[in-house]
């Protein structure tokens, strides 16, 4: 849709709702001079932007206003900033590079007709020459036009509606060109739960968008997406990258800037200030230093975030390799208050506790580097587990046995974390049984090590025994002696499923009885 359209909708809308818009009858909208680039044409975008937000008044209607400057500040980025193309011969990205699966469904997309695009972490991750760990795809084929061509195809998505494409060794992810969304398509939550319409976008009472499913062109799909560095599209069709920000001069100055307001990006999906710690950390940039300013101001939001997806998205943060410096930065911003509370507190009531944490969480990092995946259980006794321990001690010097002050903490700890990350049952009770069996593999001589070695949470209780601190001066016994033991049995560990956790052959079902209707005998 045009420029002069988007400005007709709005006004009919407005004058739906008796509010007068006053804006001038000159076009706003031209282009720059010469030919500016990257950062120039950034600033004249940007000075033009606050110009003709200056022009447009609504008499009556402030809120309104401020949502039309939003939609003048999109059409201006989309009508200046015209995508840089990086051709093949300029940029580094080979086909060789890609999955074989991505590959041909990018092929068969194209060969429908249809725009077909690498989109996202994995082209950003290939310009630094690092390895993608998943390729998403974007394309402006619909999800149920997807379906069609792909048999291997699921469409998942609430907020916004995806195309899971199964293959055997891998998932890709294919998404529909997301559109910048008009006031007429936003409705509040509210709303659409009491009407039988069909909405494509609704917000929160917040503003946070809890469904998206408006679609659009590359240039807006572009304009949707949380950073500039995740901004570029490498383009089957003539094998070239496509650059619809400022992404590629931000990737060469190691910066993390957002596409947009920060403040608006991170009111409508707050969980991009966690992808924003966790870029930096793990990809070695710098949030620019307005957004950092805007992230730490907005950190409560995070608590808005359903705990699911929280849940979801920490175990990027610390099971990737970067949980040191994301702690870090968590911490800085004040996102650790904000998601754990409980956490925050009893770390700084010691100067020696933020120590502990980061030196757990290091460890996390040591083994991933070394090829070992941290499990999602260890992640959590590594940042919970010290503060648990010592809850469970101060119980059991009141008098509590060990057993019944463990299982308390436990229940309350889950309690509180579930309200922020929703810490599947299976997991909690994993971590349980890592604490319960930690004075076992601290008694010295052990009772009985092989039983020990074999129970399924064994591993995980003793990488947790090497991340503690001062386990020597503490305790008879040491994670050495354990691995010394492994090293001399190394049948001692468990080979096959527990008995408890062998899945039972399912039950016969037994055969119903066959009620017999009581007819009444007729008396002659």
């Given at each position: 849709m045009c420029i002069p359209q988007h400005l007709g909708r709005l006004s009919a809308l407005c004058r739906a709702s008796r509010h007068v818009w006053t804006y001038p009858k000159e076009n706003i909208f031209h282009k720059s001079q010469g030919d500016a680039?990257?950062?120039?044409?950034?600033r004249?975008?940007?000075?033009?932007?606050?110009?003709?937000?200056?022009?447009?008044?609504?008499?009556?209607?402030?809120?309104a206003q401020h949502t039309l400057v939003t939609l003048v500040r999109h059409c201006v980025i989309l009508k200046n900033m015209e995508p840089r193309i990086i051709p093949r011969k300029?940029?580094?990205?080979?086909?060789?590079?890609?999955?074989?699966?991505?590959?041909?469904?990018?092929?068969?997309?194209h060969s429908r007709g249809f725009i077909a695009y690498l989109v996202g972490g994995c082209v950003r991750d290939l310009l630094m020459g690092r390895t993608p760990k998943d390729f998403d795809i974007a394309t402006n084929a619909t999800p149920s036009q997807i379906r069609r061509l792909f048999r291997n195809c699921r469409l998942i998505g609430r907020r916004f509606r995806l195309a899971h494409l199964h293959f055997q060794s891998e998932i890709l992810e294919v998404s529909t060109f997301r559109g910048v969304a008009l006031p007429s398509d936003?409705?509040?939550?509210?709303?659409?739960?009491?009407?039988?319409?069909?909405?494509?976008?609704?917000?929160?009472?917040?503003?946070?968008?809890?469904?998206?499913?408006?679609?659009?062109?590359?240039?807006?799909?572009?304009?949707c997406r949380d950073f500039t560095i995740n901004a570029l599209a490498y383009n089957i069709a003539d094998f070239s990258v496509i650059d619809y920000s400022t992404g590629l001069s931000d990737l060469q100055q190691g910066l993390i800037r957002p596409i947009g307001d920060p403040y608006v990006r991170f009111t409508e999906d707050p969980v991009r200030m966690l992808r924003a710690v966790r870029f930096a950390a793990s990809h070695d940039l710098v949030i620019e230093p307005a957004t950092w300013e805007i992230l730490c101001q907005l950190?409560?939001?995070?608590?808005?975030?359903?705990?699911?997806?929280?849940?979801?998205?920490?175990?990027k943060v610390f099971l990737l390799g970067s949980a040191g410096p994301s702690f870090?930065?968590?911490?800085?911003?004040?996102l650790l208050s904000a998601l754990f509370p409980g956490l925050s507190r009893w770390m700084y009531q010691n100067n020696d506790r933020p120590a502990i944490l980061r030196a757990n969480l290091e460890y996390l990092d040591q083994l991933y580097r070394n090829g070992i995946s941290p499990s999602p259980v260890l992640f959590l006794a590594a940042l919970f587990g010290p503060s648990l321990e010592e809850e469970?001690?101060?119980?059991?010097?009141?008098?509590?046995?060990?057993?019944?002050?463990?299982?308390?903490?436990?229940?309350?700890?889950?309690?509180?974390?579930?309200?922020?990350?929703?810490?599947?049952?299976?997991?909690?009770?994993?971590?349980?049984?890592?604490?319960?069996?930690?004075?076992?593999?601290?008694?010295?001589?052990?009772?009985?090590?092989?039983?020990?070695?074999?129970?399924?949470?064994?591993?995980?209780?003793?990488?947790?025994?090497?991340?503690?601190?001062?386990?020597k001066r503490r305790h008879r016994t040491s994670p050495e002696w354990w691995d010394a033991f492994l090293l001399?049995?190394?049948?001692?560990?468990?080979?096959?499923?527990?008995?408890?956790?062998?899945?039972?052959?399912?039950?016969?079902?037994?055969?119903?009885?066959r009620r017999h209707r009581n007819t009444a005998q007729t008396i002659v």
């Open positions: 680039r990257s950062e120039g044409k950034q004249y975008v940007e000075d033009h932007t606050t110009a003709a937000a200056d022009k447009v008044r609504c008499k009556k209607c402030e809120a300029e940029h580094r990205i080979s086909r060789k590079q890609i999955s074989p699966n991505a590959l041909r469904t990018l092929y068969r997309l936003d409705i509040d939550m509210e709303e659409a739960n009491h009407t039988k319409r069909v909405f494509h976008r609704i917000k929160d009472k917040d503003g946070m968008v809890v469904r998206d499913n408006v679609f659009g062109t590359p240039e807006e799909d572009a304009l950190s409560s939001a995070i608590s808005r975030v359903p705990p699911a997806r929280i849940y979801e998205e920490i175990q870090n930065l968590l911490d800085k911003s004040g469970v001690i101060a119980n059991h010097r009141d008098g509590i046995p060990r057993e019944q002050a463990l299982n308390a903490t436990y229940a309350v700890f889950m309690k509180e974390i579930c309200k922020t990350a929703s810490v599947p049952g299976r997991v909690g009770k994993q971590l349980l049984a890592i604490l319960a069996l930690q004075p076992s593999l601290r008694r010295m001589p052990p009772r009985h090590p092989s039983s020990i070695a074999a129970k399924p949470e064994f591993p995980d209780a003793l990488a947790y025994f090497h991340l503690r601190p001062g386990t001399e049995n190394p049948s001692a560990t468990l080979s096959e499923p527990a008995a408890e956790e062998v899945p039972r052959p399912p039950k016969r079902r037994r055969k119903r009885r």
